[in-house]
C-alpha cells in the first residue's frame, strides 16, 4: 500500500507547478480593474457510453446479447470575492448492464455521488496558500445487491444514505485556481451513517459501524489532492488522492475479549482516482478510468467449497485480516458534452 500511496502522491506533487486556468485568468482581471464584482467560475463534463454485443450459433459459446450503459458526469462551480473563494465539485457516475441470460434484468456496475464544498481565505494576496474549510459528502442513487448470492434480489446490501459518508475538516489549502487542490487537515471529523437494516446483520455491523447503530463518529488527519492536466488539447487527464488516518481507531473485541476486526490509526483509508478522457470528435469521446480504495471498514471476503456440503460458502476471518483494496476499471466510448 505505501507504494500505492507513493506513485499517487508523486503524481500531484509533479503537477505543483500547474498551468494558470481560467480561475486565475478571472482573479487577475478582477484585480487589475480593481472591480468588487462577484465572478462565478465553472465548467463541467458529460459522458453517455454505451456498448453491447451479440452472437449467434457461436461455436466458442458466449453471452447470446448484452448490453452495458455508463453515465458520468463532473462538474466545477468556483464563486470568487477579492481574496475568498468558495468551490464545490460534484462527480457522479451511474453504470447498468444488461445481459440475455438474466432476462436482460438490469444489474448495477458503478453508482457513485461525490460532493466536495470548499470555502478558502486567501492567506496572502497574489499567493497559492488558503485557510480553508471542507465539506464532503458520498453515497449512492439506488440499492445495491450481491447477484452472486441465491434469491440476491430479496435484501440489499446498501442503499441511498447506507451508507453515506461526511467529512468536516478546517486547514490549509495550496491551489492553482481549478487546475491543483492540495488540502491538508490535522483535525477533521468524518461520521458514517447507515440504516440498522444492515449493521444488524452480522455480529460486526457493516460499514465500519458497530452491531444495531446507525452512525459512526471518526476524528482523525485528512489529505485531499485533485489535479487536471490538459495533456493535448483533446487528451485530459484527472487525478484525485483522498487519505485518512483514524486517530481513535483500535481493535473491536466481543465480550470474551475475542478481537472482532483489526484496526488502528496505521490503517489508512486510501481513494485513489484516475481518469482519462479523450476527444474523438465534437461530441464523441473514449474514457478510460480506475478507482482503487483501500478502507479496513470494508474486509476482504474470499470463497471456499465447504468439505461437508460441497458448496461454495463465502470466507469471511474478520479477527485475522485486515481490510482489501477494491478496485474499479472502467472503459466507454460514447457521447461528450463540455461547458
Not at 169 to 185: D, H, M, V, W
Not at 234 to 252: C, E, G
Not at 287 to 298: E, K, M, P, R, S
Amino acid at each position: 500500500m505505501k507504494r500505492v500511496l507513493l506513485i499517487a502522491l508523486s503524481i500531484l506533487t509533479l503537477s505543483a507547478q500547474a498551468q494558470l486556468d481560467k480561475t486565475d485568468s478571472v482573479r487577475t482581471n478582477l484585480s487589475m480593474n480593481n472591480t468588487d464584482t462577484v465572478a462565478w467560475v465553472y465548467n463541467g463534463t458529460f459522458n453517455l457510453g454505451i456498448n453491447e454485443g451479440f452472437l449467434h450459433n457461436w461455436a466458442a459459446g458466449g453471452e447470446i446479447a448484452s448490453a452495458t450503459v455508463n453515465g458520468l458526469f463532473s462538474g466545477v462551480l468556483n464563486r470568487l470575492y477579492h481574496r475568498h473563494i468558495w468551490s464545490n465539485n460534484l462527480d457522479m457516475t451511474y453504470s447498468l448492464f444488461y445481459a440475455y441470460s438474466n432476462n436482460f434484468t438490469p444489474r448495477k456496475m458503478d453508482d457513485r455521488i461525490d460532493y466536495t464544498s470548499k470555502y478558502g481565505y486567501q492567506l496572502k494576496e497574489g499567493k497559492d496558500f488558503y485557510l480553508t474549510t471542507l465539506f464532503n459528502f458520498k453515497s449512492q442513487f439506488t440499492k445495491g445487491y450481491d447477484y452472486e448470492a441465491d434469491n440476491w434480489d430479496t435484501f440489499s446490501t446498501s442503499k441511498f444514505l447506507a451508507p453515506a459518508y461526511f467529512i468536516l475538516a478546517p486547514g490549509i489549502e495550496y491551489r492553482k485556481g481549478t487546475n491543483l487542490s492540495l488540502f491538508i487537515s490535522p483535525v477533521a471529523g468524518r461520521m458514517t451513517v447507515a440504516s440498522k437494516i444492515y449493521t444488524e446483520r452480522a455480529p460486526e455491523g457493516a460499514f465500519g459501524i458497530a452491531y444495531g447503530k446507525t452512525a459512526r463518529y471518526e476524528l482523525g488527519a485528512y489529505f485531499s489532492g485533485r489535479y487536471v492536466a490538459n495533456i493535448t488539447e483533446n487528451l485530459t487527464y484527472k487525478v484525485r488522492v483522498d487519505l485518512y488516518s483514524n486517530y481513535l481507531a483500535k481493535d473491536y473485541t466481543d465480550s470474551l475479549g475475542n478481537v472482532v476486526k483489526k484496526d488502528s490509526p496505521g490503517n489508512v483509508d486510501v481513494l485513489w482516482d484516475n481518469l482519462f478522457s479523450w476527444k474523438l470528435a465534437k461530441y464523441f469521446s473514449l474514457t478510460l478510468g480506475g478507482t482503487f480504495i483501500y478502507d479496513n471498514d470494508i474486509p476482504y471476503v474470499s470463497t471456499e467449497v465447504d468439505k461437508t456440503t460441497g458448496q461454495v460458502v463465502e470466507k469471511n476471518d474478520l479477527g485475522n485480516q485486515l481490510g482489501w483494496w477494491q478496485i474499479k476499471q472502467v472503459f466507454s466510448i460514447g457521447f461528450l458534452y463540455k461547458f
